[in-house]
Nanobody
Framework: QVQLVESGGGLVQAGGSLSVSCAAS????????MGWFRQAPGKEREFVAA????????TYGDSVKGRFTISRDNAKNAVFLQMNSLKPEDTAVYYC?????????????????WGRGTQVTVSS
């Protein structure tokens, strides 16, 4: 059983930057592909980014491509999401998720473990 805990959310002005982190415990972190999703009030959960087990391959949702960067540190059992050029529409709860195996996943049903989320609010 993998436990995931997000941190680093907060309030930022439009155009600013913010980094969120996810600490994993209870499993072999390097065995999991990792992903970030987000959910805004009244909206469905949206794929943000994913990274393969060793970190060599990443993929992004269209709405964040070029602005967000996902990375991981397997020695520290952590995955990160650097968010730049933030927009008010990026406001959401951001969730970290772990997926067994090698392949990246862009759908929430492909992930096996989830954190509780961290709030990111971008003011205009």
């Amino acid at each position: 059983q993998v436990q995931l805990v997000e941190s680093g959310g907060g309030l930022v002005q439009a155009g600013g930057s913010l980094s969120v982190s996810c600490a994993a415990s209870g499993g072999t972190f390097s065995s999991y592909a990792m992903g970030w999703f987000r959910q805004a009030p009244g909206k469905e959960r949206e794929f943000v980014a994913a990274i393969r087990r060793s970190g060599e391959i990443t993929t992004y949702g269209d709405s964040v491509k070029g602005r967000f960067t996902i990375s991981r540190d397997n020695a520290k059992n952590a995955v990160f999401l650097q968010m730049n050029s933030l927009k008010p529409e990026d406001t959401a709860v951001y969730y970290c998720a772990a997926r067994r195996g090698y392949e990246l996943g862009r759908e929430d049903y492909e992930y096996d473990y989830w954190g509780r989320g961290t709030q990111v609010t971008v003011s205009s």
